[in-house]
């Protein structure tokens, strides 16, 4: 479950319910959809991805058997995403957390590699990425979008240049 009016958290869970064959439902932050809640129906249980902004607990609370992974901001859902579901990738996809296009794209192939996909900024690392790369000690990068996403220096610095 992610918010549908906004992409980011969509996209950090994208590669993990690919993998697992999970749908991602969408919800307006404060009201859950009728088409959803429809959806749910026979759902034993729910990852609600994003934080109370932008899954309310008002919506949370009519979620079947809910788990949150929240972050006070979208790179560190991302983050979060890999902490809290356990995954020790060897790899990740990175795209910019600004713009929906490279990440969306990137998202099926990093399912199929069963790589996690972390959001950064154009020219610089957050805290929470560069957390969760040490503490899974991810060594292999798969950076998406041009110079205008992540530009040469962040590039370089990926991928150990």
Same mark, same amino acid.
């Given at each position: *479950?992610?918010?549908?009016?906004?992409?980011?958290?969509?996209?950090?869970?994208?590669?993990?319910?690919?993998?697992?064959? $999970?749908?991602?439902? +969408?919800?307006?932050?404060?009201?859950?959809?009728?088409? @959803?809640?429809?959806?749910?129906?026979?759902?034993?249980?729910?990852? /609600? /991805?994003?934080? @109370?902004?932008?899954?309310?607990?008002?919506? $949370?609370?009519? %979620?079947?058997?809910?788990?949150?992974?929240?972050?006070?901001?979208?790179?560190? &859902?991302?983050?979060?995403?890999? @902490?809290?579901?356990?995954? @020790?990738?060897?790899?990740? $996809?990175?795209?910019?957390?600004?713009?929906?296009?490279?990440? +969306?794209?990137?998202? &099926?192939?990093?399912?199929?590699?069963?790589?996690? *996909? %972390?959001?950064?900024?154009?020219?610089? +690392?957050?805290?929470?990425?560069?957390?969760?790369?040490?503490?899974?000690?991810?060594?292999?990068?798969? /950076?998406?979008?041009?110079?205008?996403?992540?530009?040469?220096?962040? $590039?370089?610095? %990926?991928?150990?240049?």
């Amino acid at each position: *479950m992610a918010n549908g009016l906004n992409y980011p958290d969509a996209l950090a869970i994208a590669p993990y319910a690919a993998r697992h064959g $999970y749908p991602i439902l +969408l919800t307006n932050p404060n009201e859950l959809p009728d088409i @959803t809640k429809k959806a749910l129906e026979n759902v034993d249980g729910t990852i /609600v /991805v994003g934080g @109370t902004a932008s899954v309310s607990s008002r919506v $949370y609370s009519q %979620l079947p058997e809910p788990q949150r992974i929240g972050g006070a901001n979208r790179f560190e &859902v991302a983050a979060n995403v890999i @902490t809290q579901l356990h995954q @020790t990738p060897g790899q990740a $996809y990175v795209a910019t957390g600004l713009s929906f296009a490279d990440a +969306l794209t990137g998202s &099926v192939l990093a399912a199929k590699q069963n790589a996690p *996909m %972390l959001l950064t900024w154009p020219n610089r +690392l957050p805290e929470a990425t560069r957390d969760v790369i040490e503490a899974k000690r991810i060594s292999s990068f798969n /950076v998406l979008g041009g110079t205008g996403s992540i530009n040469p220096e962040l $590039y370089s610095k %990926l991928n150990g240049q």
